[in-house]
């Protein structure tokens, strides 16, 4: 997300940034310092119905709406437990619903011919081990996207998603982590990276700049679809 944020910043885009928490905050404006643009934030919980009813009111209206957050579970299917489920499908799917109801309508209200950006995985394209509910929601996400673009088509209003596998190794393994830990991790992110012909992770930044061209001139006519950035992990075995 914070890569996101800075890619458009860096193209002179005003923000309006949905946070977590203050932290996060103070964090983010530091780094987004040096770009003069117009960046406003509103801290919350997307579970949080009054939140979304909250974002409605305080923004009349935006050109890209760039649906970012997700929650992960890596629980095995016989022991994901209720709240897990609600969680998931809450943040993942639900929040993403409701925020693109709220600002398509934004949208066509002020003729504006939009582009909404939903970040899902390539879990949404092929199963996982002890993913199912994630993996859930990454496939509920691809369909809700497809049907959103048939929908506002008519409205100029274009919907896609972008699924990236895992990221940079040096974002998921902090130094910080215990020794066994660190190993683990990187054991287990070895193996995902012996699956993937190019042998290699995209980075935040490449995932940035992806969203970024979904919302730009140059993707006029693409609706409806996926950019799948996996290294050729979905291509085949």
């Known amino acids: 997300g914070k890569e996101i944020a800075l890619k458009f910043a860096k193209e002179n885009h005003d923000l309006i940034l949905l946070v977590r928490k203050n932290d996060d905050v103070k964090k983010l404006s530091q780094e987004l310092k040096k770009f003069k643009i117009h960046c406003k934030f509103i801290v919350g919980d997307l579970k949080d119905e009054n939140y979304l009813k909250k ?6 209206k935006i050109n890209n ?3 970012n957050a997700a929650l992960p579970n890596s629980k095995h299917f016989l022991n994901v437990s209720k709240k897990d489920f ?11 619903f409701k925020l693109s109801q709220i ?16 970040v899902s995985s390539q879990l949404g394209l092929i199963g996982a081990y002890n993913r ?3 993996c859930m929601t990454k496939f509920g996400l691809e369909g809700l996207t497809k049907s959103m673009a048939m929908d506002l088509g008519k409205y100029g209003i274009r919907v896609n998603t972008v699924c990236p596998t895992k990221t940079s190794p040096t974002k ?26 190019l042998g290699k992770f995209s980075t935040t930044k490449q995932i940035a700049s992806i969203v970024y061209f979904l919302t730009s001139e140059a993707s006029h006519s693409i609706t409806g679809t996926s950019i ?5 992990w979905t291509a085949g075995k």
Do not use: C, H
């Open 172 to 197: 998921v393994v902090p130094s910080k982590l215990p020794k066994f830990k660190r190993e683990k991790t990187l054991k287990r992110l070895n193996l995902i990276k012996s699956k993937i012909p």
């Open 86 to 96: 609600d969680d998931l499908v809450s943040v993942n799917l639900r929040a993403i």
């Open 228 to 232: 799948v950035s996996d290294g050729g």
């Open 132 to 134: 199912t509910i994630y």
């Open 103 to 118: 600002f398509s309508k934004k949208m066509i209200q002020k003729n504006i011919n939009g582009s909404i950006v939903n």
């Open 65 to 67: 709406l760039i649906n």
């Open 55 to 60: 974002i409605e009111k305080k923004i009349p």
